[in-house]
């Protein structure tokens, strides 16, 4: 334990480094030209794209050694107030990595602002291709229209209002406000929880996680605002529904897939009135009617009511303002796949059999199957192990355990995920129960992120790019479908072993321990030599 504590600080300053020098050089294969600087202070460093790869393979690599380095002896999560503060101030004084999505935001901010509608336009063709901002968009996003929701639309509209003609100042500004996301989400978790290991747990795997800070924080995603927005609702459960609506539609506006909280907030009131012991169900009714009522009674459908109410207070202005043509965008990661995913080998198979059509619509319904399937399991081992007993207050409990199996289901096994898609996963972990597949969890994240390395497809010499797509397409893929299937094994495991004991946290055996035998009580009318000894 101690050798583990020892070796994890080394680590995460290895990979925290690596990106910042990364972020902070100049122009590179992760990171997309944005003009001048904000300020002095970028470095003079101009690496190869073959630099960037390895060095980012290396942090990745490391980081992930930290991360299960930590999850072996997690430190109390309030200590770490300074670093955290000084790792986002670093941040700021750097560019995003990874992608180039920020330059996408900038560009349909820009739009935005100037009275077009970045549902329909796209970058290419706004002001036939000469503003200087949506002209800095990268392929293959330069002819793609917003597909966001339309309050993350007005959040970079923001950005492109404080920025103007400046692209160093939109993106920074946009940065902003994912650090002030991440810090909240921070925050907002250490509320939740109980105990100074789940805290601990917190630190280990959202803030000083370096997969998951490179890919999302650093990477200046919409996913981090989304997700923090989610999490917000998830606190202010146990306050007011109608507060709790408004995160809930404020987080569906930023980004639709984000709306999965309701689900886990509507299945946790659920679940409250079958506790109940004035609860009985209808007799006679059809699945459909038994699944939904437990909400039909009257204090959960006044609850229901005023969440509703509190999501439409913001979904419906976000839209009406946004326009009509903001649902266009909605269906566009359908019908696609990404290639680090476990669909990706069927699909590419299936390529060659079938057209195009038939090849998704079997994989999506295969999809989907697993997805509904592993969701179940999750939420079946959550239910036996009391997976979430760190957090107090017992619908907020059910509603994080929820929104986790979902938001898991989804991203372990959708044909088309990235890496920032994560991020309630990650955000909810810290707040369950340790298992066998929290290990599972981060091999597969760090392929996930590696797949993606460094994160452009221009400025890539020929050598990188043949090893990168190599990599994505013939290693990640398989890691993650391992790993998917060790999510299976693990539940198999938990859900078939007898309902006694603790859970055993080693790799490979999440099982449930037996009890160790009382002695057997002694024959009627002898006394136990511990009571012949008081005796005397």
């Known amino acids: 334990m101690n050798t583990l504590a020892r070796v994890r600080v080394p680590l995460l300053l290895l990979s ?26 970028e470095l003079a460093y101009h690496p190869s794209p073959r630099a960037v790869t390895l060095l980012l393979f290396i942090g990745y690599l490391a980081g992930a050694l930290a991360v299960l380095a930590g999850l072996a002896r997690p430190r109390i999560g309030r200590r770490w107030l300074g670093w955290v503060l000084l790792l986002a101030v670093l ?25 077009g509608d970045p549902y329909v336009e796209s970058p290419e063709a706004w002001r036939d291709g000469l503003d200087p901002i949506t002209a800095s968009v990268q392929p293959p996003w330069r002819t793609t229209p917003s597909i966001y929701g339309p309050l993350a639309t007005a959040l970079m509209a923001f950005s492109s209002w404080v920025g103007g003609d400046n692209l160093r100042e939109t993106v920074g500004t946009w940065q902003v406000l994912v650090i002030a996301a991440w810090l909240a989400m ?39 605002i989304a997700g923090a927005f989610a999490v917000a609702a998830l ?25 999965v909280v309701a689900l886990g907030i509507l299945w946790a009131w659920r679940a409250a009135v079958q506790r109940h012991p004035a609860w009985r169900p209808p007799t006679g009714a059809g699945p459909l009617r038994r699944l939904v009522a437990p909400l039909r009674t009257a204090g959960a459908r006044q609850q229901v009511t005023r969440l509703v109410l509190g999501a439409l207070a913001v979904v419906v202005p976000c839209y009406v303002v ?24 069927i699909w590419r198979g299936l390529r060659h059999v079938l057209p195009e059509w038939a090849v998704a619509t079997i994989v999506f319904t ?29 619908a907020t409990r059910q509603a994080v355990v929820t929104t986790w199996a979902l938001s898991t ?43 993606y390395v460094p994160g452009r497809v221009l400025a890539l010499t020929p050598t990188v790019e043949a090893f990168t797509l190599n990599f994505r397409k013939n290693i990640a893929p398989w890691v993650t479908t391992a790993m998917l299937l060790a999510m299976f094994w693990h539940c198999w495991r938990i859900l078939r072993a007898p309902r006694v004991g603790p859970v055993s946290r080693r790799f490979g055996r999440a099982t449930l321990r037996r009890r160790p035998r009382r002695a057997a009580a002694p024959p009627a009318g002898r006394r136990s030599p511990a009571r012949r000894h008081r005796s005397r």
């Open 366 to 394: 295969l999809a989907a199957l697993v997805m509904i399937l592993l969701a179940w399991l999750l939420h079946r081992v959550a239910a036996r192990v009391n997976l979430g007993r760190r957090i107090p207050d017992g």
């Open 186 to 224: 921070r925050w907002m978790l250490l509320q939740l929880v109980e105990g100074e290991r789940a805290q601990g747990r917190i630190d280990v795997l959202w803030t000083f996680n370096p997969l998951v800070f490179g890919a999302l924080v650093m990477g200046a995603h919409v996913d981090m």
């Open 235 to 259: 606190l202010a459960l146990r306050r007011s529904p109608v507060l709790t609506g408004l995160f809930v539609g404020a987080a569906a506006s930023t980004k639709i897939t984000y709306g």
């Open 409 to 451: 289901a989804y991203v372990l096994v959708a044909p088309y995920s990235l890496p920032w898609y994560d991020t309630l996963t990650w955000a909810l972990l810290p707040l369950l129960l340790e298992l066998a597949w929290d290990r599972v969890l981060v091999v597969r994240y760090l392929f996930m992120v590696l797949a």
């Open 16 to 41: 925290f480094g690596i990106l910042l020098l990364i972020a902070a050089s100049k122009a590179n294969a992760a990171k997309p030209p944005l003009g001048p600087p904000l300020w002095p202070g």
């Open 91 to 115: 941040t700021l004084l750097t560019a995003p990595i990874g992608s180039g999505d920020h330059t996408n935001y900038a560009a349909y901010g820009r739009i935005a602002m100037q009275g």
């Open 322 to 345: 946004a326009g009509p043509h903001v649902l266009r965008q909605l269906g566009a990661a359908g019908g696609s796949f990404s290639f680090a995913t476990p669909a990706a080998p």
